[in-house]
């Protein structure tokens, strides 16, 4: 299994970003995917989650009508769209599969 996210960056607040999860090594149109966040000194905490084959979606009330879970099948990548972005955002941002984790990818939401 191998996860690997891009997309990360510094962003002003309010601003999008729109983060990606490439995943080989396992069926993955059938596989439940999540996005998790870790900020600096703090515990990892569960974003969203997109199930399969359905796609239905599910948000931590800290995101809830900001950020956007989405899947593309056929490229075996899962997405998360970020607007509204805030400070408190500021995260390493880890696509999650089962019990395997990508190396992450960071996000820093600053003037």
């Known amino acids: 299994v191998q996860l690997v996210e891009s997309g990360g960056g510094l962003v002003q607040p309010g601003g999008s970003l729109r983060l990606s999860c490439a995943a080989s090594?396992?069926?993955?149109?059938?596989?439940?995917m999540n996005w998790y966040r870790q900020a600096q000194g703090k515990a990892r905490e569960w974003v969203a989650r997109?199930?399969?084959?359905?796609?239905?979606?599910v948000y931590a009330d800290s995101v809830k009508g900001r950020f956007t879970i989405s899947r593309d099948n056929a490229k075996n990548t899962v997405y998360l769209q970020m607007n509204s972005l805030k400070p408190e955002d500021t995260a390493v941002y880890y696509c999650?599969?089962?019990?395997?984790w990508g190396q992450g990818t960071q996000v820093t939401v600053s003037s």
């Open positions: 997109i199930s399969a084959p359905l796609g239905s979606t």
């Open positions: 999650k599969y089962a019990a395997y």
């Open positions: 090594g396992f069926t993955f149109s059938t596989s439940a």
